[in-house]
């Protein structure tokens, strides 16, 4: 039996400067070769923040075969998974608390 590898799709890193905070915002997409979105990471890391999970400061992926929710080291279940374009939106928005 062969291992299925997956495709990443999107790979995008945005520091921010200090006057925004500092650290940085991790966009990680993988889809099958169908094209169909397997895995999927969004991390605002700021060590200044948290020492806690890395840095991750908030953070959503879909590892271990659910999709769960990182802030300040706790993790937690999303009960109300819809898209993947919806989660993203909600992370945006989140973001907002931790960034200037």
């Given at each position: 039996?062969?291992?299925?590898?997956?495709?990443?799709?999107?790979?995008?890193?945005y520091?921010?400067?200090?006057?925004?905070?500092?650290?940085?915002i991790?966009?990680?997409?993988?889809?099958?070769?169908?094209?169909?979105?397997?895995?999927?990471?969004?991390?605002?890391?700021?060590?200044?923040?948290?020492?806690?999970?890395?840095?991750?400061?908030?953070?959503?992926?879909?590892?271990?075969?659910?999709?769960?929710?990182?802030?300040?080291?706790?993790?937690?279940?999303?009960?109300?998974?819809?898209?993947?374009?919806?989660?993203?939106?909600?992370?945006?928005?989140?973001?907002?608390?931790?960034?200037?």
């Amino acid at each position: 039996m062969s291992r299925e590898r997956f495709i990443k799709t999107v790979s995008e890193r945005y520091i921010l400067p200090k006057r925004r905070g500092g650290g940085l915002i991790k966009i990680e997409v993988w889809e099958n070769k169908e094209g169909e979105l397997v895995k999927y990471s969004f991390a605002y890391i700021n060590h200044q923040i948290s020492s806690k999970d890395n840095g991750r400061v908030i953070g959503y992926d879909n590892a271990h075969h659910s999709h769960h929710k990182h802030i300040l080291g706790e993790i937690y279940p999303v009960e109300n998974f819809t898209t993947y374009e919806d989660l993203l939106n909600r992370f945006e928005e989140e973001l907002k608390e931790f960034i200037k």
